[in-house]
């Protein structure tokens, strides 16, 4: 099993930064995908952005430009770094990514809370 925990939520004005961590630990062998996905009061959980173990990236249209993921895959870590924040990026984001640990899995992290409000 893997487990995931996420960092770097918070209250953050519109037009400032926040950064987000995720390190997964556990029985992991390795990690295919990592990303991060986001869920706002009444709505669906929905991709932000994710970042394969060789590199390729894939973000939401409603994030492009704003944010950017980065991960070291030694470290078993993930980055998104947000800028240019907007009231509508209020959410809970959560940690993903799937893998070996030891068995095939996808895994989650507990959420982390950003606030976006003047």
């Known amino acids: 099993q893997a487990q995931l925990v996420e960092s770097g939520g918070g209250l953050v004005q519109p037009g400032g930064s926040l950064r987000l961590s995720c390190v997964a630990s556990?029985?992991?062998?390795?990690?295919?995908?990592m990303g991060w996905y986001r869920q706002a009061p009444g709505k669906q959980r929905e991709l932000v952005s994710y970042?394969?173990?060789?590199?390729?990236?894939n973000y939401a249209d409603s994030v492009k430009g704003r944010f950017t993921i980065s991960r070291d895959n030694a470290k078993n870590t993930v980055w998104l770094q947000m800028n240019s924040l907007k009231p509508e990026d209020t959410a809970v984001y959560y940690c993903?990514?799937?893998?070996?640990?030891?068995?095939?899995?996808?895994?989650w992290g507990q959420g982390t809370q950003v606030t976006v409000s003047s």
């Open positions: 970042i394969t173990s060789g590199g390729n990236i």
């Open positions: 993903n990514c799937d893998g070996f640990a030891p068995t095939y899995g996808e895994y």
């Open positions: 556990g029985n992991i062998f390795s990690i295919g995908h």
